[in-house]
């Protein structure tokens, strides 16, 4: 049974910091490629970071130079540190697996965890 479970959210003012982690389990592996995404009330979800199996790393542009994602696959985690964070950062965080085997795409995803950046 595939399982991603996130943690580290909360209530943080303006320019403060957060660490989310993910920690994975059944058969998901160092093989599989593992992000974060967001979503906003009334917004659609959308991707802020992932990281390959080889440790390459994106970033959506609103993040960049502020987010870092990381994995320890040794471990069996990935990780999301948010720095100098925003108000527009706030929204529940899914971290996901992803891999593709021939033709077809495996996604997994974890229920969320909320970030709030207020005064």
């Known amino acids: 049974q595939v399982q991603l479970v996130e943690s580290g959210g909360g209530l943080v003012q303006p320019g403060g910091s957060l660490r989310l982690s993910c920690a994975f389990s059944?058969?998901?592996?160092?093989?599989?490629?593992m992000g974060w995404s967001r979503q906003a009330p009334g917004k659609e979800r959308e991707l802020v970071a992932t990281?390959?199996?080889?440790?390459?790393?994106n970033y959506d542009d609103s993040v960049k130079g502020r987010f870092t994602i990381s994995r320890d696959n040794a471990k069996s985690m990935v990780y999301l540190q948010m720095n100098s964070l925003k108000p527009e950062d706030t929204a529940a965080y899914y971290c996901?697996?992803?891999?593709?085997?021939?033709?077809?795409?495996?996604?997994?995803w974890g229920q969320g965890t909320q970030v709030t950046v207020s005064s």
């Open positions: 059944g058969s998901i592996s160092s093989t599989y490629a």
């Open positions: 990281i390959s199996s080889g440790d390459r790393t």
């Open positions: 996901y697996a992803e891999r593709k085997v021939g033709g077809a795409r495996y996604t997994y």
